[in-house]
């Protein structure tokens, strides 16, 4: 009964998207395993799955679809769980003293969902004021690809792009807000197709001080979108 109890409280919490805490669970013994291995093992527990839904694994349409998710677990949307396919983060000086803040918006978000397998889709939006090191503006893109590569919780996916963010750059100067949509919520149990989750972590003198905020959450207002 305490068992089930327990089961219970652990359902609702992933179901209320609660975060435990904000590095990304992993055991010790995460990469003992090989991409390929990995690959192998979980094309067999995913046959697995789809076997104990019923379903004919002897058909043509079926039949490769758990190498297909094994692989795609693996080396793409699970990718950046791998610390080896971290972006390098190289800093540049910053020649022209440009010392104001640089904001990168709109980066496209495609991430997973850990309390259900199901995708979030949305925008992250990074600002940053240079100390004397720059950073290259698709870097900011990767690291937001890569950190979303995991099974996320959307907090701890904004805490971790501005945690790498302040380490590459030596600053705390540095802001993330992510808008997404979960599929979770948006295409079963509530189903509430119009709802999106706005995360925000703002360090240094994005959280300090309120004209630098301001600034920063202006410009992310700002329709700059290319109508082409
Ligand atoms: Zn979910």
Redesign the pocket.
Known sequence: MKDLKEEEFFEDM??G?IPSHFDTPLRADAFDMSEDEKIEKIKGDFYNIMHTLGLDMDDDSLKGTPSRVAKMFVKEIFGGLNPGRKPRMSTFDNKYKYNQMLVEKDIIVYST????F?P?VGRAHIGYISNGRVIGLSKMNRIVEYYAKRPQVQERLTMQIVKSMQEALGTEDVACVIDAK????NSRGIKDIESSTVTAELGGHFKTDPTTRAEFLKYIDMNTRFNV
């Open positions: 992933g179901d998207h969902c850990e309390h259900h199901l979030i979960h599929l979770c919520v």
